[in-house]
Structures are given as C-alpha cells and as structure tokens.
C-alpha cells in the first residue's frame, strides 16, 4: 500500500474515498476542508499515485 503524502495546503493527513460514481477518486483534508478529485482513477494505485504527485508539486 502506498503511504499518502500529507496536504499541501495545511500539512495535515487527508483521507481517501471512493466516490459515488464509479471511478472517482477523492482525497480530502478535514482539517482545512480541501478536496481533490480524480476520475478515471479507480484503479490502485493510480489514484494514489496522482494525489502522491499532486501533493509534491503544488507550491503554495
Ligand atoms: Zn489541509
């Protein structure tokens, strides 16, 4: 299992759910209340990976 990394926006653990619709994906911080979807990720680790690489990237 991939370890997820922390939020971008206020370092706090987030947590994965699969949505409604099938192959959505989202990533939620309920401490800042951000949220990120993907679709067409319902395969593992895909989702995981994109959230991973979103987080490592983003620059705020
Ligand atoms: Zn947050």
Redo the contacts with the bound molecule.
């Keep these: 299992m991939i370890e997820l990394k922390?939020?971008?926006?206020?370092?706090?653990e987030?947590k994965k759910i699969t949505g409604a619709f099938k192959g959505t994906q989202m990533f939620v911080?309920?401490?800042?209340?951000?949220d990120v979807c993907f679709y067409g990720a319902e395969r593992e680790p895909k989702a995981t990976e994109a959230w991973n690489r979103r987080a490592k990237d983003a620059v705020h």
């Design positions: 922390p939020c971008p926006f206020c370092g706090s987030v911080c309920h401490k800042c209340g951000a």
